[in-house]
């Protein structure tokens, strides 16, 4: 592959993930629009999209624009489009594929989200995807489901059933994509050892994804993208008029805080945004607005 063909892919998928951010962006702030009285109030939100860069601004090391939200349906969403490069430091190089023969020079782009909706039966999700390049290149990612109240945290609940069935359709239209495989990585990477249970009800999870046709790994890689835009915010549109005692609120405070425990612990995503110089803001607000732990 040439070097004018890697750049290509680069602008494709950079392209690719900054309108996947608008797509789902204005998903959510036409939820933000149908909720009303009685169990919202105040102004519909919108999304905050600010542009930052990487490094000092001595040279360039590419940035991103963070799209955060804090509405009426969603008490605190994310939705942030990435494009960073650069060299690894010398100790994190030695963990990431290809680094060694790259002399540790980096390239990256992606989508992350998390949503935190306010009512706790609507299910809090996340979702990333991403591009990485160093001497090799690779699509990585995925989407998950994480209940707050106990009885949907059964995966044979309605909502984890269809938010399975979008995952799967994604990995059926592409013969490199295993959904079996995806879904049992998530179920196994999105997991509290401390407390021994899982994150939420799953999805798929896939990392360092290259079947050596770049063409079909990136379809996929948009096939995810679109159906979690799809069936997130149905799921969402399901359960937001649903009213909500204070117990279940209590309830969903302190599950919330499972979802900090891992991201702070575990997560490989928040730990690369940090160590190559991401927008700290961006990274970490991932965290609840409100979160217990009694």
């Not at 951010?21 to 629009?33: G, H, P, S, T, V």
């Not at 998390?114 to 290149?137: C, E, G, Q, W």
Request: proline share 5%; hydrophobic share 35%; with cysteine.
């Amino acid at each position: 592959m040439t070097k004018t063909d890697l750049e290509t892919r680069k602008i494709r998928a950079s392209t690719w993930f900054r309108a996947l951010q608008e797509d789902i962006c204005a998903r959510f702030e036409a939820l933000e629009d149908a909720a009303g009285p009685p169990l919202y109030s105040g102004p519909a939100g919108r999304f905050e999209l600010t542009e930052w860069t990487r490094g000092d601004g001595t040279e360039d090391l590419g940035g991103g624009r963070m799209g955060l939200m804090r509405g009426r349906v969603f008490e605190k969403v994310g939705v942030h489009f990435s494009l960073v490069h650069g060299t690894f430091s010398e100790a994190f190089a030695a963990q990431i594929p290809g680094a060694d023969k790259s002399d540790g020079r980096f390239w990256a782009s992606g989508i992350s989200l998390i949503a935190h909706p306010r009512n706790p039966h609507v299910p809090s999700a996340h979702m990333n995807t991403r591009m990485l390049v160093t001497s090799d290149s690779w699509f990585g990612g995925g989407g998950d489901l994480n209940p707050l109240l106990a009885y949907q945290r059964d995966p044979a609940f309605e909502d984890s059933v269809d938010f399975h069935a979008a995952m799967k359709a994604a990995c059926d239209s592409y013969a490199g994509a295993d959904f079996t495989e995806m879904r049992d990585h998530c179920d196994t990477y999105f997991h509290l050892p401390h407390r021994n249970e899982p994150r939420g009800t799953g999805g798929i999870f896939y990392d360092r994804f290259n079947t050596g046709d770049w063409e079909d790994d990136f379809a996929f890689t948009q096939e995810v993208g679109r159906q979690f835009a799809g069936a997130y915010p149905e799921i969402v549109a399901r359960r937001m008029n649903q009213a909500w005692s204070e117990a279940e609120r209590e309830e969903q405070l302190i599950q919330r805080g499972r979802y900090v425990e891992f991201n702070l612990l575990y997560d490989r995503g928040t730990t690369f945004g940090l160590k190559t110089g991401g927008n700290v803001t961006s990274i970490l607000s991932s965290m609840p607005p409100v979160v217990k732990w009694p």
